[in-house]
């Protein structure tokens, strides 16, 4: 797909999907799937094991084709921003290890200089990397000698340095100490991208706040201190005004 022309990047976003619907094979894995976020805001997705959660990452950054529905990123369709530059804007962080060649901080500078990247604000990868607990001189390090937290940490420090509107994230401390984990949170509730978070952990939307997606259900509710519990049966259909 390539764009028209060069849509401008807007300073504050939204991401709309509607009505999505994915299968895989004659599995149906996600049907009518409505919701919306917007810069700055967390979307925690939670459901049992094979219920479709990263497939849903995978579809919001057009990794994955969707059977129906569709996508948009400030009223606008992945094919208009062209998809280099919309997986640019929203942007899935693995959590399997990836064997990326070279040091982090060589992929780094090859991200830079992809085209979609071009002139693009960025932030300062050595200053993020020490606020997810690491010392920066693992951007030097060989990522085959990095262990599978220093690793998952060095990917995301990636993904924040290059200012994505929205973030997929799938199981992003995953790998890591309670201690660890919450200097990721930390990080995360003040990046300032719209995140769409995949979690297995029962008690972190409540320790980071946002927004709970129960899938397959398909119902949403609030999470935080002091944040009533969600409605039962209440479906995803929370449009901010457009």
Not at 66 to 72: A, F, T, V
Request: include cysteine; aromatic fraction near 4%.
């Amino acid at each position: 797909m390539a764009p028209e022309h060069r849509l401008e990047e807007p300073a504050s976003v939204q991401l709309a999907v509607r009505n999505l619907r994915r299968s895989v094979g004659d599995n149906l894995i996600h049907s009518n799937l409505s919701f919306s976020l917007r810069s700055g805001e967390i979307l925690f997705v939670r459901g049992p094991s094979g219920v479709g959660k990263s497939v849903l990452l995978r579809c919001l950054a057009c990794l994955d084709p969707i059977d129906s529905g569709s996508l948009s990123l400030s009223g606008q369709p992945p094919e208009k921003w062209g998809l280099p530059r919309w997986r640019s804007l929203v942007t899935y962080v693995h959590q399997a290890r990836i064997a990326h060649p070279g040091t982090p901080s060589q992929y780094y500078f090859r991200l830079q200089q992809l085209a979609a990247q071009r002139s693009r604000e960025r932030g300062d990868l050595p200053s993020i990397v020490s606020s997810l607990g690491l010392e920066p001189e693992v951007l030097n390090q060989a990522w085959q000698e990095l262990s599978g937290g220093q690793a998952q940490r060095v990917s995301l420090g990636i993904a924040l340095a290059l200012k994505p509107a929205i973030l997929l994230l799938d199981e992003p401390t995953s790998s890591l100490d309670a201690a660890s984990a919450e200097k990721v949170e930390s990080a995360l509730k003040t990046c300032g991208a719209g995140i769409v978070w995949v979690s297995h952990d029962p008690q972190q939307p409540d320790r980071v706040g946002g927004r709970v997606l129960n899938l397959p259900a398909g119902t949403e509710g609030q999470a935080g201190p002091g944040v009533p519990k969600p409605e039962p049966n209440t479906q995803v259909k929370a449009f901010a005004e457009e």
